[in-house]
């Protein structure tokens, strides 16, 4: 993989509930979201089943004016039981979450995509450092 086509966001564990800085989880955000208009997606259990419940976590996190460019700018996925129902297997992706069920494991491996999953540790105040820094090693779109 050497470029991103799709970037896939949980909320909780990644932006939301951990120790990294909120000014890096922001960072990590907004380089999101400028560098890849239209191709960045929620994959949480917020948004999930055809209901996109983002929109109360993210004012429950960041301040009204972030949190509605949020809502706006990051498209909402559907799935039901694994959020491997909802990624694009042809894309070049990354997948940041902070947990991975075995058997999405397997959906991952079966597609030869396991490298677009990016582990994210919510005790580790770092880890939007990292994360972004793994986003910028890319390039920009
Ligand atoms: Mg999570």
Redesign the pocket.
């Known amino acids: 993989m050497k470029k991103i086509d799709k970037i896939y966001l949980?909320?909780?564990?990644?932006i939301r509930g951990v120790a990294s800085p909120k000014e890096d989880v922001v960072k990590l955000l907004r380089y999101c979201m400028d560098n890849y208009p239209g191709a960045v997606y929620w994959l949480?259990?917020h948004c999930r089943g055809g209901v996109n419940r983002t929109d109360f976590v993210l004012h429950d996190t960041f301040d009204n004016e972030f949190a509605d460019e949020l809502y706006n700018k990051i498209l909402p996925t559907d799935w039901e039981a694994l959020k491997t129902e909802a990624i694009d297997m042809d894309s070049d992706f990354v997948w940041f979450?902070?947990?991975l069920f075995e058997s999405e494991r397997m959906v991952l491996e079966q597609n030869y995509v396991l490298d677009g999953f990016f582990l994210m540790n919510p005790k580790d105040s770092e880890m939007a450092k990292k994360a972004l820094e793994h986003l910028r090693r890319f390039g920009t779109a």
Request: no cysteine.
């Open positions: 949980d909320i909780d564990g990644v949480t259990t979450d902070d947990n």
